[in-house]
C-alpha cells in the first residue's frame, strides 16, 4: 500500500467493531454470553463498509478465485481429451480451441469482484431456497458492493441506509435486545475510523456519497 493511500486495516476495525459491540451491552446491562455474542457481531458488522474492496471480510466470505480456476481447467482437460478420442476434423479443432480457452482465460478475467459477485448471488438463491429472507437480504447487500468502486456508496449515508434494511431483517429473525443497535453502530463506527480526521488516514469518508463527493 502506498503511503498516500493508507488508511485503517481490518484488524482496527475489528477491534473497534467489538467495542463497539460490548459498549452497546454494557449499556443495555445484557448477560455474559449476550456480550460476547455483541462482540462478535459487532467485529464482523465493522467490516461490511469494506466489502466493496479486497478486504478481509470480502476475502472470508468469498470462494477462492483459484477453484473456480482449478473447475474451468479439468473442464478444459476433460474436453481436450474427449476431442482427441471423440471428436474428428473441424469439430475436434473447435474442442482443442475451446479446451484452451477454459485453460487460459479464467486466470486472467476471473477477479475477486467477479467472485464477490457470485458469492452474493449464491446467498440470494441460499437464502431463497430457504426460505430465510435475512439470508437474502444479506446477499443483496454483498451483490451491491461488488458492484461499486470503494469508498463511495458504502462509505456513506446511503450505505447505512441499506445496511439497516439487513439489520431490521436480521433482528426480525433474531429478535434480541440491543442487536440492532450494534450491527448499526458498529457500521457506522467503520465510517468513522475511516475519517481524516485521524492520523492514520490519508483519504477521508464522503458521507454525502453522490451527492456531495467530499471527503471528512
Same mark, same amino acid.
Given at each position: 500500500?502506498?503511503?498516500?493511500?493508507?488508511?485503517?486495516?481490518?484488524?482496527?476495525?475489528?477491534?473497534?467493531?467489538?467495542?463497539?459491540?460490548?459498549?452497546?451491552?454494557?449499556?443495555?446491562?445484557?448477560?455474559? !454470553?449476550?456480550?460476547?455474542?455483541?462482540?462478535?457481531?459487532?467485529?464482523?458488522?465493522?467490516?461490511?463498509?469494506?466489502?466493496?474492496?479486497?478486504?478481509?471480510?470480502?476475502?472470508? !466470505?468469498?470462494?477462492? $478465485?483459484?477453484?473456480?480456476?482449478?473447475?474451468?481447467?479439468?473442464?478444459?482437460?476433460?474436453?481436450?481429451?474427449? @476431442?482427441?478420442?471423440?471428436?474428428?476434423?473441424? $469439430?475436434?479443432?473447435?474442442?482443442?480451441?475451446? @479446451?484452451?480457452?477454459?485453460?487460459?482465460?479464467?486466470?486472467? +478475467?476471473?477477479?475477486?469482484?467477479?467472485?464477490?459477485?457470485?458469492?452474493?448471488?449464491?446467498?440470494?438463491?441460499?437464502? /431463497?431456497?430457504?426460505?430465510?429472507? /435475512?439470508?437474502?437480504?444479506?446477499? +443483496?447487500?454483498?451483490?451491491?458492493?461488488?458492484?461499486?468502486?470503494?469508498?463511495?456508496?458504502?462509505? @456513506? !449515508?446511503?450505505?447505512?441506509?441499506?445496511? *439497516?434494511?439487513?439489520?431490521?431483517?436480521?433482528?426480525?429473525? *433474531?429478535?434480541?435486545?440491543?442487536?440492532?443497535?450494534?450491527?448499526?453502530?458498529?457500521?457506522?463506527?467503520?465510517?468513522?475510523?475511516?475519517?481524516?480526521?485521524?492520523?492514520?488516514? $490519508?483519504?477521508?469518508?464522503?458521507?454525502? *456519497?453522490?451527492?456531495?463527493?467530499?471527503?471528512?
Amino acid at each position: 500500500m502506498r503511503k498516500d493511500e493508507r488508511t485503517l486495516k481490518g484488524s482496527s476495525h475489528m477491534v473497534i467493531g467489538a467495542a463497539t459491540g460490548v459498549g452497546v451491552a454494557v449499556w443495555m446491562q445484557s448477560p455474559l !454470553i449476550d456480550t460476547a455474542l455483541f462482540a462478535c457481531t459487532g467485529a464482523v458488522a465493522a467490516l461490511v463498509p469494506d466489502l466493496d474492496v479486497n478486504g478481509k471480510l470480502a476475502n472470508k !466470505i468469498t470462494v477462492e $478465485k483459484k477453484w473456480l480456476i482449478l473447475f474451468f481447467a479439468a473442464a478444459g482437460l476433460l474436453l481436450a481429451l474427449y @476431442s482427441y478420442f471423440m471428436l474428428f476434423g473441424v $469439430k475436434q479443432a473447435a474442442g482443442f480451441i475451446v @479446451s484452451v480457452g477454459l485453460l487460459l482465460l479464467p486466470r486472467l +478475467f476471473i477477479k475477486q469482484r467477479m467472485m464477490l459477485f457470485l458469492t452474493g448471488a449464491l446467498v440470494v438463491y441460499a437464502g /431463497w431456497y430457504i426460505n430465510e429472507a /435475512w439470508i437474502m437480504y444479506i446477499g +443483496f447487500f454483498i451483490l451491491f458492493a461488488s458492484l461499486v468502486s470503494h469508498r463511495t456508496w458504502t462509505h @456513506s !449515508i446511503v450505505g447505512i441506509a441499506l445496511f *439497516y434494511f439487513v439489520a431490521a431483517e436480521i433482528t426480525r429473525a *433474531y429478535p434480541l435486545d440491543g442487536l440492532l443497535a450494534v450491527l448499526l453502530l458498529s457500521y457506522i463506527s467503520h465510517l468513522l475510523a475511516d475519517m481524516k480526521l485521524l492520523p492514520a488516514n $490519508k483519504k477521508g469518508t464522503k458521507f454525502f *456519497y453522490p451527492v456531495w463527493k467530499k471527503e471528512f
